[in-house]
């Protein structure tokens, strides 16, 4: 595990209470975030010091719950595993009250604006509202940041305890290149510049000071060259506390530190001024418990037998127990939404609060921490639709034997665009390009998008919206027939279309609608799927 003290366990938990299977399940998440989503068995073996047969068994467990996903020789985070960190998120709240904010500040200042909160010694992203440049900021949800490098970090220390100024002492002493940080540049001792040696702690503790003093912090290059922030924090209204830090983000040829503090520090103070008006009028939005998320588990012991290691697979069931209005769970509430027996909810809430993804509240009831991000959220967090497409795509067209594709309406409407595809292994068949560009009207992926695009609608396209898809006979090229489905946001927006293409000697038009558009069906209620998970808290570009 990372010498860093935002990641270190919880000694106070006795080892002999902790679910083996649950800590060495959690490595292999971690790890594989850590790699940037994907690593082949071989090298989650020497990652995570485990034996082969143990990271099999834990990889296909971690498949059935599809969380990874099985990609040839290696071992994929799939876009499931984000409902971890999403239960985190709904039950913090922070990003469903205050994103938008921060999202019309972006907008407003034409520059990336993010909220942060506290990880013990470090900083964790959970909102990002980023600027598409050929330079611009790179961080994700789920990041974390050492503080001394932020401007964020000196506004969380202003409220730092003893023992936690003792902890990042200690961590800095322990680890000076910052290597357990993979989201900054680590530091080159004797290169020069910011990226050098670190600085003394003195340094950070100055900085703490003026943060006190000033109320606001900047960051002048402290974590790569170039890159500059101002930041304020945004207090609970109810205890004064510091609930998150937004922070706006640009580079020195936009702007240099002082910059920030003339121009844009006073529009950054209003944003957060209306963000702790939110925070003080949002009344609690108790949702209704779940009930029996880990039930599952048990059929799948039979199905797989010894593959399946159940106890993995309750661990990880628990966190997402919580959410939006269950921030807070007793042991009971816990036992109740898995499940589970109370003895087993209470050995996998200890468990959680050894590697430090749950803590115990004053009134001995749990709340998820922001290490709960650390368990694929990263890198899942900047993914395309077209990215948690591909893999479906390939799936269907190795299960048709006919090509797939995924498309998009271009801005005014008259054509369609490729984003995804995948072939199949024929003589005679389709290959559209990635990129290419198609009349809407005269194509089944067309057709679905114009269907849903508003009304009225000229008969061929109601008759495409009526029965959920379209299918084109021959009308763009002699022999070409296919057949296309909406996917759809979590709005119910058709904001992409799929579908398969064959030639007619092939396929009867009957043969498509009977054969072809039941995997279709299938096809884009898992990207959907996929799309809702991933898109619950981050933006998913549908190009």
Known sequence: MPANSAVETDTRVEAGETVGPLLRGVGVLR???????????????????LARSTVDRITATLARMDYVRLDGRDVVLSPRVMELGNAYLAALRLPELLGTYADAL????????????????????????????????????GDLLPAERTAPGALFATEWTQPDWTRWHTRRATDPTDAAFPAVPPRRPGTGGPADAPPPDSAFMERVEGARRDGWAV??????????????PVRDPHTGRLACVASVVSHTSRHSAADLRGSLLPRLRTAVTAMETELRAAPPRPGPPPSG????????????????????????????????????????DVARATGLARATARRA???HEHLGLVQTLPDRTFALTPRVLDLGFPPLSRTTLPRLAEPHLRAL???????????????????IQYTAGAGASRVLTVHITVGARLPAAETSLGRVLLADAGTPLPPVLAEVRAQGYALVDEELESGLRSIALPVRDRAGRAVAA??????????TLEDCVHDVLPALRETAARIESDLHTASRFTPIPTS
């Open 219 to 232: 960051d002048d290059q402290l974590i790569e060259p170039g890159l500059v922030a101002v930041s304020v």
């Open 349 to 351: 809430l200890l468990t």
């Open 397 to 415: 067209a190795t299960r048709l034997h006919e090509p797939t594709a995924l498309a998009v309406l271009t801005a005014d409407g008259t054509e």
């Open 498 to 507: 799929l579908n398969a293409a064959t030639h007619a000697a092939r396929r």
């Open 31 to 49: 790890r594989l975030t850590e790699a940037g989503g994907t690593l082949s068995p071989s090298a989650l073996e020497r990652a995570t010091g």
């Open 293 to 332: 998320l880990a039930t599952w588990t048990t059929e799948s012991k039979h199905h797989m037998g010894r593959d399946f290691v159940e106890s993995l697979a309750r661990g990880l069931t628990v966190p997402t127990a919580f959410g939006e209005g269950r921030t807070a769970l007793s042991l009971s």
């Open 106 to 141: 972006a907008d407003e200042l034409d520059e990336s604006v993010s909220l942060a909160v506290a990880d013990l010694d470090g900083i964790r992203f959970i909102h990002q509202a980023t600027r598409r440049r050929a330079m611009s900021v790179s961080f994700r949800i």
